[in-house]
C-alpha cells in the first residue's frame, strides 16, 4: 500500500474514531474498497490513488462519521458466504445472528430435504445461508412489513427459497405440523433500550426489526406459538435473544409445548439464542 493510501486511511480512522465508532479501521478501509473499486491486492500494490477517489471517499466517511451505516454506504452485507444487499428500511444482518443461522443449518443438514421456515425474515439472511449450505432443503421466508420485503425477495430472487409477505401470526397455514425446523431472529429489544442504541442502529434500522412489547418478549411469544403450530412432533425451533432474555426465554419455550430447551452463547460469551424441541402430545394441542 502506498504512503499516500496509508496516510488516507490514518486520518479517515482517527476521524471515525473521533465520532466514537467502534471499528474505525476496518470501517475506512471498507469504504476505501467501495470507493476505488480495487481489491485488496490492488489497493495494496498501488502506487496512487486518484484524486476522484479520495473526493469520494472522504464522503464516505463524514457520512459514515454522521451515523450512516457502512453496509447503507456500499449497498451490501456479508452473512456467512452470501452476499445480500441492503440499506434504508431493513435490518442490516449482524455477525452474531450467523450462529442462530449455524444452528438451524446444523439441523437441517442431518436431515432428508427438510422444510424449513423463517420467521421475521427482513433481509433473508438466514434463509439465504440455508439454500447456499444446504443442498435439498425447502425453504420459505416470512416477512410482514411491506419495505423489507422489497429486500427480501431482491436477496432471494436467484434462489428457490419462498418468499411470503404476511404477518406470522396466521402465516402458512396449510403447512401445519409439517415442518422440522422454524428459526428467527426477531425483534427483542425493549423499547427503553432505544434511548443509548448508537446513531447507526437507533436512526437507521427500522424500529419494528428492533423493539417489542412486554420487556422485549411480545414478538418472541408469537415466534414460539407460530413454531407450535407448524413444526412436527420433535421439529427444532431456533430463537435470537438478547442476552439478558435467556432465562425468560427458555421458561416460554417450556411453557409453549417445547423440550430440550438450551441457551446458547455467541462468539462473546453472551447468551444469544435457545433452541427446543416441539413435544408431541403436548397438552396444549
Not at 490514518?10 to 471499528?23: Q, R, V, Y
Not at 446513531?199 to 418478549?217: E, M, R, S, T, W
Not at 444469544?272 to 403436548?282: E, L, N, P
Request: proline share 6%; hydrophobic share 45%; net charge negative.
Amino acid at each position: 500500500m502506498s504512503r499516500g493510501s496509508v496516510r488516507l486511511l490514518a486520518e479517515a480512522s482517527a476521524k471515525l474514531a473521533e465520532a466514537g465508532l467502534e471499528s474505525p479501521q476496518a470501517d475506512a478501509r471498507l469504504l476505501l474498497l467501495h470507493a476505488s473499486g480495487l481489491s485488496i491486492t490492488e489497493l495494496l500494490t498501488t502506487s496512487r490513488i486518484d484524486a476522484r477517489i479520495v473526493e469520494k471517499f472522504n464522503e464516505l466517511i463524514d457520512q459514515r462519521a454522521a451515523g450512516i451505516p457502512v453496509q447503507h454506504l456500499t449497498g451490501e452485507a456479508w452473512f456467512r458466504n452470501v452476499r445480500l444487499e441492503v440499506g434504508p428500511g431493513v435490518f442490516v444482518p449482524r455477525p452474531e445472528t450467523e450462529l442462530v443461522a449455524g444452528a438451524a443449518i446444523a439441523e437441517a443438514g442431518r436431515l432428508t430435504d427438510p422444510l424449513v421456515v423463517e420467521l421475521c425474515a427482513g433481509s433473508g439472511a438466514i434463509s439465504a445461508a440455508l439454500v447456499d449450505e444446504v443442498a435439498g432443503a425447502r425453504v420459505i421466508a416470512i416477512e410482514k412489513d411491506p419495505v423489507a420485503a422489497r429486500w427480501l425477495r431482491r436477496n432471494l430472487r436467484s434462489t428457490a427459497v419462498e418468499v411470503v409477505e404476511a404477518d406470522m401470526a396466521d402465516a402458512l397455514p396449510d403447512l401445519t405440523g409439517q415442518v422440522a425446523i422454524v428459526v428467527a431472529n426477531p425483534p427483542y429489544l425493549p423499547w427503553s433500550a432505544g434511548i443509548g442504541l448508537p446513531a447507526d442502529v437507533g436512526g437507521h434500522d427500522p424500529a419494528q426489526a428492533l423493539f417489542a412489547d412486554d420487556h422485549g418478549l411480545a414478538a418472541i411469544r408469537v415466534v414460539i406459538e407460530v413454531a407450535r403450530r407448524l413444526l412436527s412432533p420433535d421439529g427444532l425451533v431456533v430463537i435470537e435473544h438478547g442476552d439478558d432474555q435467556g432465562p425468560a426465554v427458555l421458561d416460554e419455550l417450556k411453557q409453549g409445548g417445547f423440550r430440550e430447551g438450551v441457551c446458547h452463547h455467541d462468539l462473546a460469551g453472551r447468551p444469544r439464542f435457545v433452541t427446543g424441541r416441539r413435544m408431541s402430545g403436548w397438552s396444549g394441542d
